[in-house]
Nanobody
Framework: QVQLVESGGGLVQPGGSLRLSCAAS????????MNWYRRVPPGEQRELVA????????YYADSAKGRFTISAEYASETVYLQMNNLRPDDTAVYYC???????????WGQGTQVTVSG
């Protein structure tokens, strides 16, 4: 079974930066998009933060525009989220998500905690 493995979360002061990474444990065919979601607080619905398609089109939530940058290496099935000028309301569990195949099946990471405080 394919797993998505995230890294890069942690504790940062307001105004700081973090870079999240997500890689697949093995090859996934026909990835159509790579996405970052977050959940605040635990139990709430996941919010789409940023997305990048296989053609390079990107989407950002209004809260992320101008501060976050999504990038991807489709050849290695890795996606990144560079987060700058972090704010306390960015505190959340961040999840990577890949959509793949003709039915756009979802693959999810286990989540990584980002805490902005200080």
């Amino acid at each position: 079974q394919v797993q998505l493995v995230e890294s890069g979360g942690g504790l940062v002061q307001p105004g700081g930066s973090l870079r999240l990474s997500c890689a697949a444990s093995r090859s996934i065919l026909l990835i159509s998009s790579m996405n970052w979601y977050r959940r605040v607080p635990p139990g709430e619905q996941r919010e789409l933060v940023a997305s990048i398609s296989s053609t390079g089109n990107t989407y950002y939530a209004d809260s992320a525009k101008g501060r976050f940058t999504i990038s991807a290496e489709y050849a290695s099935e890795t996606v990144y989220l560079q987060m700058n000028n972090l704010r306390p309301d960015d505190t959340a569990v961040y999840y990577c998500n890949y959509k793949a195949g003709v039915l756009a099946a979802d693959y999810w990471g286990q989540g990584t905690q980002v805490t902005v405080s200080g």
